[in-house]
Each structure stands twice: as structure tokens, then as C-alpha cells.
């Protein structure tokens, strides 16, 4: 029972090992996973799409917001630098002399309030010096002539121009970057009506910080060019100027708002163009994509460990959904194969899903089926060879019948009237019970009353040349026994044992119960028999002719078959001593039931 | 029974790596954006020059994601100090530095060091004696040299008589100024040098040395200082002796003091560098140099003579006066 236990067990690990792409386990699992990544794919594309163009759509939204809000700051400023620009003409319009210590005065205080505001001059248009506060020594070569708010002023004398942003070298003291506004304008120089050029410079500071202020993600930034594309401000103007680093103008300068995508620095970047009404400034925002739409990147994170997880959750479960639906699959299997190696006594496992469990259910009532008609075939072989036995049972030995008649007619002639009527009844009552309406277990009391008449038959046959007894214990009369195993070993003690001798030979009969069995013994005291000789009588090798045909071998193997292993004969025996036949068989009063069942 | 616990710990395992593998992500995410620290330690920590270099080293950092940290020391003369900054630095694992070596010689060892800890030292402006400097930007000293000889010949014609004032001796860039300066002057045989003076960087001796200059030499009629501080000084005690524009004046860098001279007529040319593309291109090598890709050897940022017709060229005006204010 141990190697059948451990003979699967050992199998086990190996079976677990070899991996079958054709498995349930492994179809289920690839099956579930691929599905599952391909919805979770396609989920994620589609959502992925939606919230980048929102996202994309929120942060240009919100750069031009930004952009716009400087825009207005700059224009709001702008504005303001107007209005000090038409205060200022507007006292020296309403002074009728230009060399008035009040209007320096009052230009003074102006100076002073405005921060923002360097200086304040008047040229004649040759460009000399009329007025300038504050009263600062001109610097030498100042080439104002070649200025660009010189040079507007003569040119549209009528407009405000603003200049870009550039070093104001007029007066000594400090270098101070300002933007100029300047226009041509008239004032009275002792009543005399005159043209010159009034120049207003505002500190650049302001429109510096305001737009360094600007911020577009980490990288991004603002910057500012006048009409005709001169950089206003730019954080990285230097570079710009040494040829490090490039701006796209072209399309800057081509409209004064838009929003769009430019990709001539290899770096995609998201362009906020603006326009500074009052001056025709542009203000252009520049965003890195890459940075404005964190979210993107956030997203394809997000997206990436949503996969991942997904898969590991989905991979788990399948291998736990494959191996619930699997393992009773392969149980089941596990059983057959013990089954199909022989062994059909154990009930194969009954769980797991409903229709393994009705499977194995099948198998099982299957087994059953099969086990049952093994069973019966068992049985009708056993049943087969008991009615061959039978059979040879019925047999008589002609011999016996030819030598009893032959005693008999012997006996007749020589007149002995009582010994024939002996014989013959003896015979009469010989065969009755040996037919005994054939019942194949009798008690016995029959079975020893059948084998005294042979042993009448024979005495008279061999002229009392033996003697015999029958003892019996009174309580094992009534058992029950197979009928005729006593008469072929008294007839092999007759014609092995005491045919040959001399002397006087004796046969004793014994039956008696010991250890609740049931004991018989046939003891002679003929010629005995070599062990070789018993070896022989028991496997069937010896059969006498004389006999009445049921040989000792028969009786053994009859004893057996019914009773089972732990009955039959043995044999005790000692060369010219004699020889001591038990039979040993079980305690079974007789009734009919039992009559029954030796019968079947 | 086997088979169950098997599968229940190969599901433990997928939880688990699923576990370490989220909680994983936020390490992933800073690396996609790391913060580079890069320390610039530049010979001072004030004046014009080193905050337009800072100015844009600065642009570059936030182009680049970089954390920078400008240092230097009070005076542009304090080595030691330089070399406590240095390494300060190397203690402080910075991810590379960038020197402007105050002097030379002195320090190749600190820099030796900040190589033997494997952070890539650039040199910007000033060069250090160390192989291990993984790139130099800055001005070509030698070619600035040149051109300052190439002006001053110009003005004072083949028979020019020119004196040097020069900054420190042993000083790199001053030497290679010089070099450069005299190597030109040698085309012409009869442009004399006659006196090269070292005024320590100090307005005060510059003046000394100038005015002794003029009065041994009064044929002189060109003088070159070769940096900042030379150049106030000596231009201006050249106007206080009133001999403006007979000794032409060839200065170095654009303080406004050399601008206001310049306008006057005092000093003819000035030879400038670009400190903020300095800065940058500084900071923009070390990134490549922690990021392991190719750099230049040296990366030359060129220099500008600057005289009254171009100065107030609008790319000139951003050179010249880098601070709005």
C-alpha cells in the first residue's frame, strides 16, 4: 500500500513543471490577460487622447491669459507714459517763455514725482539743447542726431514715437537704459513761435521687471520687439546678439495676435503673440510643450502603473479563476490514472466546479458498475468451477461399483446371504448419501454415516483385512460439512496403506471440535507415505483407479474454495507406521440457511 | 495542500512587486527631472563683470534645470579663500564646478582634488594649471591682446610710442594679453613699447604708475590698460593731466567710468569680453560634462572692440551696459 501512495506524490513536481500550452490553466490565463490589456489599451489611448487636448487646450489657454495680462499692463503703462508725455508739452505750450524759471520748476516736481521718469529735454531740430531737466552737463559726442528718436521726430513730426529700449548717453551722471518718447512740438522763446523736438525718457526699469516677471513654466519666457523687430527685451538678448541663440521673427511680425505651435528651434514650443496698441510693441510668449503639458507626462506615468497593475490583478486572478476550474480537472485525471493502473477500490474525489463534480460523480457510479461486474464474473467463475467439481462429485468410479458387484456376485455364489445383504444395503445407503438429493454440504453425522458404509462395503470386499472405528463428539454431529471428503481419504488409507500389508490393519476415524474448529482425522496404520508421495496426492498427480474418483486433491482445493485458506487438509505420515490425515473445518451448525449457501 | 500554498505565495510575490513597484514610481518621476547642482566660484563676489557672468549663468540654470551657486571671495586677490570655496564644493558633492581661477598655479591642486572626486571642473574666464579641467570658455586673451596692438597702432601711426599697464604679474590673462599685445607690436620696428607697468589691480596705483609713465616718457603717445581697474585708472589720470587725445588710450572692459572716458574723447577704444555669454556657456558646458557628452576643449567667447561709432549699436549697448536699471 506505501509504493501505490507515494507513486503520485513523486509524479507530483514534474507534472507541475511540464508547462502545456495547451493546458485550461494556461489558456485561461493568456486568454483573460490578453483581453484584458487590449480593453485596458484601448481605454487608456482614448483617454489618454481626451485629457492631453484638454490638457493642451488649458495650457495655451492659460499662457495667453497670461500673456494678455501683461499685455494690459503694458499698455496700461504705455498709456501713462503718454499722458506724462502731453503734461509735459502741455506746460511748455501754456509758458510764453521758454527760459522761465517757473516752467523748470514745474517740470522739476514732475520729475521728481514720476520715478519712472529720467529726463526731460528740448532740441532745437538741428539738435541743440533748449531745455533739459534735469540740469545736468550734456556729455560730448552723444551723436543724438543719429538716435532713432531724432531721427522719427524729424521724420513723422506729428507722432508720439516710442523708441526701443537703449542707453541714454546724453547727460553726464549715469547710464540709464530708457525708452524715449519723442515728438516734434512747439514752444515760445520770448513770444517767438518755435519748432523743436521734445524728448521724454522713461526708465526702461519697469517694462524690464514686468516682463522678466513673466514666468511660462520653467523654461518658458516672454519677450517684447518693437515694429520693425528690434528686441525690446529679451531674457536672453546677449545670446541672441552672439548668435547662440535664435528667434523665430518672421512669423512673429507677421501678425499682431495669434497663438500657434513653432518648432524652428528643433523644440517645440507654443507661441503667444500680443500686441501693445498705443506703440505697435509685440509681446510673444514662449512656452516648452514639453513643460506646459506636465500633465501629458504625468499621465503617461499614471497610465504606465495603471497597466501594470492591472495586468499583475488580472494575471493573479486568472492563474486563481484557471487553477479553481483546472484543479479538479486534474484531480479527477489523477484519479483515473490510479484507477486505470489497477485499482479499483478507491472512490475518486467528488468536488470543484458542477460539472467536474457531476463527471466525477459518473466516474464514480461507473466504478461502481465496473467493480460490481467484476465481481459477479468472480463469482460465476467461482460458481462455474464448484459445478465442474460438482460434477466430477457425481462421478463414480465404475471401478468401485464393478468391484462391489463383483464381491457381491462372489458372495451370492458361495451362499452367504446375510454378507450380500450387508453389502448391498450398504451400497444402497452409500449412494443415497453421496447423491443426498444434491445438497453439497450435509452434516456430519451423514457425512460419517456415508463413509462407514463404504468402509462396510470394504471390509467385506478385503475379507476383514482391517478394522476400523468412528469416534464423534456429540456436539459435532450436527455440523456442517462438505459431503464427500472423508471417503476419498479412507479410500487412499485402503489402497496405499493397508492393501499392501501384512498384518492386521485398523482405520481410525476421529471428529472433535478444538478452538472452535472442527476437527476430523483419518488415522492408519498402514505402509505411510513419503513426503513426496503427500506433495503428490495433494497437487492431484496420483489418482488411483480404483477409487471412487474424487481424488484428495479435490477435497483440499473444495474445503478451501468454500471455507476459505485457513481450513483444509493435512497430512501426518511415517513409513511402515502409518499415516494421520486432519481435516480441519470451521464450526458451522447445520440449518438450512446454511444448507443454502453451499448450495449456490 | 502543496499546490494551494504554492499558488498563494506566487500571488503574494505579484502583490508584493506591484506594491514596491507603485510606490517605486515617485523615485522614477525626479529622475526625468533631475536637479543638477553646479558651483560657480568666480574670483569675486561684486562688480559689474562677475554679476553679468552670473547674470547669465543664471539663464542658463533655469534652461538647463540647474541648482547654481554663485560664490566667490570679498577680493579678487584672496587664493585661499578661493580654495576654501573650492573646497567647500568638493565637500558639498556638487555635481560639477565651474572656476575662475584667481590664480594660476595656486589653484591646480584644489582642482586636482575636485577631479580625484569625480566632479568635472570647468574653467571660465581664468585658466588653472590642471590637466583635468574638462573645458575652458572664455575670452582669448591673446587675440584680445592682438587687437587692442592692432588699435593702438592704428591710432598712433608707425612711429608709435606706447606704454603697457598691465594688472598683476603672473596673472594668466594679463601675461596672455600682454603676449599676444607685443607679439603684434613686433610686425612694426618702429612702434616702441616703451614701459610695461603692473599696477596690482588698484585704481590707485594705476594713477601712480601712469603719471610716473608720462613723465619718463613724454613722447608717449599710446597707452593700453589691460583690464577694468587699470583702464579707470589710468584713463582718468590721463585726463586729470590733461593730455586727452594726444595719448590715445586703449582700455579693457566697459565699467561706466571707461564709458563716460570713451565719450569724452579720453579713451579712443575699449576691448570687452561677453561675461554673460561667459556665464552661460559655462554653465551650459557643465551640464554636458555631468551628462557625459562631448565638450569642447575651449570655447572661445569672442571679444569686441568697442569705440564711439559702434557703441551704441544696439547689440553693443546690451554688451557694454548689461543692467537695467
Redo the contacts between chains.
Keep these: 500500500m506505501k509504493i501505490q501512495d507515494k507513486r503520485p506524490k513523486r509524479k ?1 513536481p514534474a507534472e ?1 513543471l511540464s508547462f502545456n500550452v495547451r493546458s485550461i490553466q494556461v489558456i485561461i490565463t493568456l486568454s483573460f490577460t490578453l483581453l484584458t490589456i487590449l480593453i485596458v489599451l484601448l481605454v487608456s489611448i482614448m483617454l489618454y487622447n481626451k485629457f492631453t487636448r484638454t490638457a493642451e487646450e488649458n495650457a495655451s489657454l492659460n499662457i495667453q491669459q497670461i500673456i494678455q495680462q501683461v499685455n494690459y499692463h503694458l499698455e496700461l503703462y504705455v498709456k501713462g507714459m503718454q499722458d506724462i508725455y502731453e503734461v509735459v508739452e502741455e506746460q511748455i505750450n501754456q509758458t510764453a517763455d521758454i527760459d522761465r524759471p517757473i516752467l523748470r520748476e514745474q517740470l522739476n516736481t514732475l520729475l521728481q514725482t514720476r520715478e519712472d521718469l529720467v529726463s526731460v529735454g528740448l532740441f532745437t531740430p538741428e539738435g541743440q539743447l533748449i531745455l533739459d531737466i534735469p540740469n545736468v552737463d550734456m ?5 543724438l542726431r ?2 532713432s528718436w531724432y531721427e522719427t521726430a524729424l521724420e513723422q513730426p506729428k507722432k508720439l514715437s516710442f523708441s ?4 541714454q ?1 546724453l547727460y ?1 551722471g ?4 530708457v525708452v524715449s518718447l519723442s515728438r516734434m512740438i512747439q514752444y515760445k522763446d520770448r513770444g517767438e513761435l518755435k519748432q523743436g523736438i521734445l524728448l521724454v525718457d522713461v526708465n ?2 519697469t517694462i ?1 521687471e514686468l516682463s522678466r516677471k513673466v514666468s511660462l513654466g ?2 518658458g519666457y516672454a519677450y517684447i520687439i518693437d515694429d520693425l523687430g ?2 525690446v527685451y529679451h ?5 541672441i ?2 548668435g ?1 541663440k535664435y528667434e523665430n521673427l518672421e512669423s512673429v511680425l507677421e501678425y499682431s495676435f495669434r497663438s500657434y505651435m513653432d518648432n524652428s528651434t528643433g523644440e517645440p514650443r507654443f507661441i503667444t503673440v500680443r500686441t501693445v496698441e498705443p506703440i505697435g510693441w509685440k509681446i510673444v510668449g514662449v512656452a516648452y510643450l514639453d513643460e506646459i503639458v506636465t500633465t501629458k ?1 504625468d499621465l503617461n ?1 499614471f497610465i504606465f ?1 495603471f497597466l ?2 492591472v495586468i ?2 488580472v ?2 486572478l486568472s ?2 479563476v484557471s ?1 479553481k476550474i483546472s ?1 479538479p480537472l486534474r484531480r479527477l485525471e489523477r484519479s483515473v490514472k490510479i484507477v486505470s493502473e489497477g485499482d479499483f477500490s478507491t472512490p475518486i474525489h467528488v468536488g470543484g466546479a458542477y460539472e467536474v463534480e457531476q463527471l466525477s460523480k459518473r466516474f464514480n457510479f461507473m466504478l461502481h458498475r465496473i467493480r460490481q461486474l467484476m465481481d459477479q464474473i468472480i463469482h460465476e467463475q467461482e460458481a462455474k468451477r464448484k459445478s465442474e467439481l460438482d460434477v466430477l462429485q457425481a462421478q463414480i468410479n465404475p471401478h468401485f461399483l464393478y468391484n462391489t458387484l463383483n464381491s457381491v456376485i462372489r458372495l451370492a455364489e458361495r451362499g452367504k446371504k446375510e454378507e450380500v445383504t450387508t453389502t448391498i444395503t450398504s451400497l444402497s445407503k452409500f449412494f443415497r448419501i453421496s447423491l443426498s438429493k444434491g445438497k453439497n454440504t450435509i452434516t456430519l453425522e451423514e457425512e460419517l454415516e456415508h463413509v462407514r458404509h463404504y468402509l462396510i462395503i470394504q471390509t467385506i470386499r478385503y475379507k476383514n483385512k482391517f478394522k476400523y472405528t468412528i469416534e464423534c463428539e456429540e456436539e459435532a454431529l450436527n455440523c456442517t460439512t462438505l459431503k464427500l471428503i472423508l471417503q476419498p481419504i479412507v479410500e487412499n488409507a485402503i489402497y496405499h496403506g493397508l492393501e499392501q500389508m501384512v498384518d492386521e490393519g485398523w482405520i481410525h476415524i476421529r471428529a472433535f471440535i478444538q478452538n472452535e474448529r472442527l476437527i476430523i482425522t483419518v488415522a492408519d496404520n498402514g505402509l505411510g507415505m513419503s513426503t513426496q508421495v503427500m506433495e503428490q496426492l495433494l497437487s492431484g498427480h496420483i489418482r488411483h483407479t480404483g477409487g471412487s474418483g474424487v481424488g484428495v486433491k479435490n477435497v483440499n482445493e473444495r474445503i478451501r474454495l468454500l471455507y476459505g485458506k485457513a481450513y483444509g487438509l493435512s497430512f501426518e505420515s511415517e513409513q511402515e507406521v502409518g499415516t494421520k490425515v486432519t481435516i480441519i473445518l470451521p464450526v458451522i451448525p447445520f440449518n438450512m440457511e446454511n444448507q443454502e449457501r453451499g448450495m449456490s | 495542500m502543496r499546490r494551494v500554498s504554492l499558488f498563494k505565495s506566487s500571488l503574494l510575490i505579484v502583490l508584493s512587486t506591484v506594491l514596491v513597484s507603485c510606490t517605486g514610481s515617485g523615485a522614477t518621476l525626479h529622475e526625468s527631472s533631475t536637479i543638477r547642482r553646479v558651483d560657480m566660484i568666480v574670483k569675486m563676489n561684486h562688480g559689474d563683470f562677475w554679476k553679468t557672468v552670473k547674470m547669465g549663468a543664471e539663464v542658463a540654470a533655469k534652461e538647463y534645470n540647474v541648482d547654481l551657486k554663485f560664490k566667490g571671495p570679498q577680493n579678487e586677490n584672496d587664493i585661499e579663500g578661493q580654495i576654501q570655496l573650492m573646497d567647500e564644493s568638493i565637500k558639498g558633492k556638487a555635481d560639477a564646478i565651474i572656476l575662475s581661477a584667481s590664480d594660476y598655479m595656486k589653484l591646480a591642486q584644489v582642482t586636482d582634488r575636485a577631479a580625484f572626486y569625480k566632479i568635472p571642473v570647468i574653467s571660465m574666464d581664468s585658466e588653472v594649471a590642471s590637466a583635468r579641467v574638462k573645458s575652458f570658455v572664455g575670452t582669448n586673451n591673446y587675440e584680445a591682446g592682438q587687437m587692442a596692438a592692432e588699435r593702438l597702432v592704428m591710432l598712433t601711426g608707425e612711429q608709435g610710442r606706447i606704454g603697457v599697464m598691465n594688472f598683476v604679474k603672473g596673472s594668466k590673462n594679463g601675461d596672455e594679453r600682454e603676449e599676444g599685445f607685443m607679439d603684434y607690436i613686433a610686425r612694426y620696428p618702429d612702434v616702441r613699447v616703451v614701459s610695461v607697468e603692473y599696477c596690482e589691480s588698484d585704481e590707485q596705483i594705476a594713477r601712480t604708475l601712469t603719471r610716473k609713465m608720462v613723465a619718463e616718457h613724454p613722447e608717449m603717445n599710446g597707452i593700453v590698460a589691460l583690464n577694468e581697474v587699470a583702464s579707470i585708472g589710468t584713463a582718468e589720470e590721463i585726463q586729470k593731466l590733461g593730455i586727452g587725445g594726444r595719448v590715445k588710450v586703449i582700455a579693457f572692459d566697459s565699467p561706466d567710468k571707461v564709458m563716460e572716458l570713451l565719450q569724452e574723447g579720453i579713451v579712443q577704444a575699449t576691448v570687452i569680453q561677453n561675461p554673460f555669454n561667459n556665464g552661460y556657456l559655462a554653465v551650459q558646458q557643465a551640464v554636458k560634462a555631468i551628462e557625459g557628452d562631448d565638450i569642447q576643449e575651449r570655447v572661445d567667447t569672442h571679444t569686441k572692440m568697442i569705440d564711439l561709432d559702434n557703441m551704441l549699436w544696439p547689440e553693443n549697448q546690451k554688451l557694454l551696459f548689461p543692467f537695467v536699471r
Excluded at chain 1, 164 to 167: M, S, V, Y
Excluded at chain 1, 174 to 177: F, P, Q
Design positions: 507530483f507541475k556729455r560730448r559726442n552723444t551723436q543719429q538716435q526701443a529700449p537703449h542707453i548717453n553726464k549715469k547710464y540709464t537704459w526702461f526699469r524690464d520653467k523654461k528690434n528686441i531674457p536672453q538678448q546677449q545670446l546678439y552672439a547662440l507626462k506615468q502603473w501594470v497593475v499583475a490583478v494575471v493573479v492563474i486563481f487553477a484543479q
